[in-house]
T-cell receptor, first 111, second 113 residues
Framework: GQNIDQPTEMTATEGAIVQINCTYQ??????LFWYQQHAGEAPTFLSY????GLEEKGRFSSFLSRSKGYSYLLLKELQMKDSASYLC????????????FGTGTQLKVEL | DAGVTQSPTHLIKTRGQQVTLRCSPK?????VSWYQQALGQGPQFIFQ???????QRGNFPDRFSGHQFPNYSSELNVNALLLGDSALYLC????????????FGPGTRLTVT
């Protein structure tokens, strides 16, 4: 089976940096996704990590450590529009492309 | 290039009724997955359709059923609605064999009263 844990809520200040953590347990690893979801809207793709290390994409970076079952999403130069839920997800270890999601981390960016 | 579309946007039903939700995948995609997202939770996988057959199923009762048409569009049917079925229903499309990324539609907000 699979299990994904991430904090429920985080608050950060506009212009700051925030790190959203995700830990997971899985019998087979096929990569890890991060999605952003604004209230009432569809999840939108942010990143997909298969190999260990940090991948940077503009203000957003994602890190993976397979040996530790750990990933984080780093958001720099926070903007008010970054207030959203950030979902950690993994393809099902049994094959196919069914995704298992964490509960999501609700990020609130304040002035 | 049209993305994933879903209809209707919002729906209000009464307990015990039946509902049908519709999804058109992104152009070029052949696989459709359905997810249920309760308020404050992550999406939960319901089932996936490819070549007009259900290929994978999550932990949902038989009240949840689906269909995929030859043009790859899909329907999600829920019978005997319960209050707990109130959620955002998301459709995601992908191309078989092209990796794990899925593209999500805007969702249908179902409220059961």
């Amino acid at each position: 089976g699979q299990n994904i844990d991430q904090p429920t809520e985080m608050t950060a200040t506009e212009g700051a940096i925030v790190q959203i953590n995700c830990t997971y347990q899985t019998s087979g690893f096929n990569g890890l996704f991060w999605y952003q979801q604004h209230a009432g809207e569809a999840p939108t793709f942010l990143s997909y990590n298969v190999l260990d290390g940090l991948e940077e994409k503009g203000r957003f970076s994602s890190f993976l450590s397979r040996s530790k079952g750990y990933s984080y999403l780093l958001l720099k130069e926070l903007q008010m529009k970054d207030s959203a839920s950030y979902l950690c997800a993994m393809p099902w270890s049994g094959g196919g492309n069914k995704l298992t999601f964490g509960t999501g981390t609700q990020l609130k960016v304040e002035l | 290039d049209a993305g994933v579309t879903q209809s209707p946007t919002h729906l209000i039903k009464t307990r015990g009724q039946q509902v049908t939700l519709r999804c058109s995948p992104k152009s070029g995609h052949d696989t459709v997955s359905w997810y249920q997202q309760a308020l404050g939770q992550g999406p939960q996988f319901i089932f996936q359709y490819y070549e007009e057959e259900e290929r994978q199923r999550g932990n949902f009762p038989d009240r949840f059923s689906g269909h995929q048409f030859p043009n790859y569009s899909s329907e999600l049917n829920v019978n005997a609605l319960l209050l707990g079925d109130s959620a955002l229903y998301l459709c995601a499309s992908s191309l078989r064999g092209a990796g794990y990324e899925q593209y999500f539609g805007p969702g249908t907000r179902l409220t059961v009263t």
